[in-house]
């Protein structure tokens, strides 16, 4: 069985500074991992993935994660957080042996973004 | 390019009442996946298709039905409606094993 846990509900940054979003996973195989952004009343964008290889994955907007499989974490950082970062974000963790490919989404850490 | 596209974007139904929901993928893609994502919640995963057969189901009821097409588009059925079905309903598309899923915006369901 695989779950997220994302610690922070709400989180709230200076314009400027660092974001960090923590998500914790349990998977009883090495997990692909994901991060996705949601702005009000859209759907969900890929921020970035973690399959194989590099553990550091760098996404898009100046977002990165890295993948510590003894920490099972999987944290998003951006080093100077912008008005527009003011969204809903989720990380998921799917199965690489299941051909589902079913997700396993967090609760969400909402990010507010503070002028 | 278009993306997954979902239809309608908006609805309200009574309880006891049966809806349809309706989602393309993106070009080149040929599996679905639909999610339910309540209130201040993260997606639930409902149930995947691929070939026109379901592949996976979440835990969700038998109310919850849906078909794929020979194009690849996708419908999620809920029958007998209830105050507790009302969410955004996602789909999302793939090529089948490749890469992650893309998403649509969703259709909000008003259930009163």
């Known amino acids: 069985a695989q779950s997220v846990t994302q610690l922070g509900s709400h989180v709230s940054v200076s314009e400027g500074a660092l974001v960090l979003l923590r998500c914790n996973y349990s998977?009883?195989?090495?997990?692909?991992l994901f991060w996705y952004v949601q702005y009000p009343n859209q759907g969900l964008q890929l921020l970035l993935k973690?399959?194989?290889?590099?553990?550091l994955v760098k996404g898009i907007n100046g977002f990165e994660a890295e993948f510590k499989k003894s920490e099972t974490s999987f944290h998003l950082t951006k080093p100077s957080a912008h008005m527009s970062d003011a969204a809903e974000y989720f990380c998921?963790?799917?199965?690489?042996?299941?051909?589902?490919?079913?997700?396993?989404f967090g609760t969400g850490t909402s990010l507010t973004v503070i002028p | 390019d278009a993306g997954v596209t979902q239809s309608p974007t908006h609805l309200i139904k009574t309880r006891g009442q049966q809806v349809t929901l309706r989602c393309s993928p993106k070009?080149?893609?040929?599996?679905v996946s639909w999610y339910q994502q309540a209130l201040g919640q993260g997606p639930q995963f409902i149930f995947q298709?691929?070939?026109?057969?379901?592949?996976q189901r979440g835990n969700f009821p038998d109310r919850f039905s849906g078909h794929q097409f020979p194009n690849y588009s996708s419908e999620l059925n809920v029958n007998a409606l209830l105050l507790g079905d009302s969410a955004l309903y996602l789909c999302?598309?793939?090529?089948?094993?490749?890469?992650?899923?893309?998403f649509g915006s969703g259709t909000r369901l008003t259930v009163v």
């Open positions: 998921a963790v799917s199965d690489p042996a299941n051909t589902g490919n079913q997700f396993y």
């Open positions: 298709y691929y070939e026109e057969e379901e592949r």
């Open positions: 999302a598309s793939r090529r089948q094993v490749v890469g992650g899923y893309t």
């Open positions: 998977s009883s195989v090495p997990p692909y």
């Open positions: 070009s080149g893609h040929d599996t």
């Open positions: 973690y399959t194989t290889g590099a553990t």
